[in-house]
Every structure is written in structure tokens, then in C-alpha cells.
Nanobody, 125 residues
Framework: QVQLVESGGGLAGGSLRLSCAAD????????MGWFRQAPGELREFVAA????????AYADSVKGRFTISRDNAENTIYLEMNSLKPEDAALYYC????????????????????WGVGTRVTVSS
């Protein structure tokens, strides 16, 4: 069991950094992802990072604006969000998937075994 706790959400003008802390020392055995869900919308993939941090993937809608990273020593992943747009407003979730899953599958919510409760991002217009 892995417990994930997101933080860093709030009202953003242009940039925001989200964090997701895991309670487990085996954190570096998990691929990690960020997803988001706006009101009335389906949950959608935002970004993913491999267990080693060597590989990342992004949704086209955030590519070039968002950066996912991880610090395995701190059991934490981050999502640096720049050039925020109104359509980025959503509840952002981090999730953990077993390291056996290749990067190509990490865009699918179904491969993630553990989820945080989310942190809300609001974007000022």
C-alpha cells in the first residue's frame, strides 16, 4: 500500500508547482503520473515519469509548459506548471504504477494502483 499526498494547489496567475509525497521507502520502485479532472469532465492524463526518472511523457496539451520530475531520496514527485491557461484549472491527482509497466501504458489511468486525493488548481483569467 502506498499513500500519496498532493500539495501546492491554489489560485495561480502564471505558474505553480505541485508536489506529491509518498509514504513509502520503496517509492523508487514505482512509475508515477499526474492526472487532472475538471468539473464535468473525464479524468485525463497530464504527465508521467519512470521509476528512475530517466523517462517522461506528457499530454500534448501541456507539452512545453509543464515539467514532471522526481526526487527519490525525498519520496516526492513534482509538476512544474508554467504559462497556465484557464483550461488547466482542475483537480490534479498523482498516482503510482508498478515499475513493470512501460512508459507507453502510463497514459492510461487503469495501470495505476495508488492515487492521492487531489489538489485543486484554479487559474486566474
Amino acid at each position: 500500500q502506498v499513500q500519496l499526498v498532493e500539495s501546492g494547489g491554489g489560485l495561480a496567475g502564471g505558474s505553480l508547482r505541485l508536489s506529491c509525497a509518498a509514504d513509502q521507502g520503496t517509492f523508487n520502485n514505482y512509475n508515477m503520473g499526474w492526472f487532472r479532472q475538471a468539473p464535468g469532465e473525464l479524468r485525463e492524463f497530464v504527465a508521467a515519469i519512470s521509476y528512475s526518472g530517466d523517462n517522461t511523457a506528457y499530454a500534448d496539451s501541456v507539452k512545453g509548459r509543464f515539467t514532471i520530475s522526481r526526487d527519490n531520496a525525498e519520496n516526492t514527485i513534482y509538476l512544474e506548471m508554467n504559462s497556465l491557461k484557464p483550461e488547466d484549472a482542475a483537480l490534479y491527482y498523482c498516482a503510482a504504477a508498478a515499475m513493470k509497466h512501460p512508459m507507453v501504458l502510463l497514459r492510461s489511468a487503469g495501470v495505476y494502483a495508488y492515487w492521492g486525493v487531489g489538489t485543486r488548481v484554479t487559474v486566474s483569467s
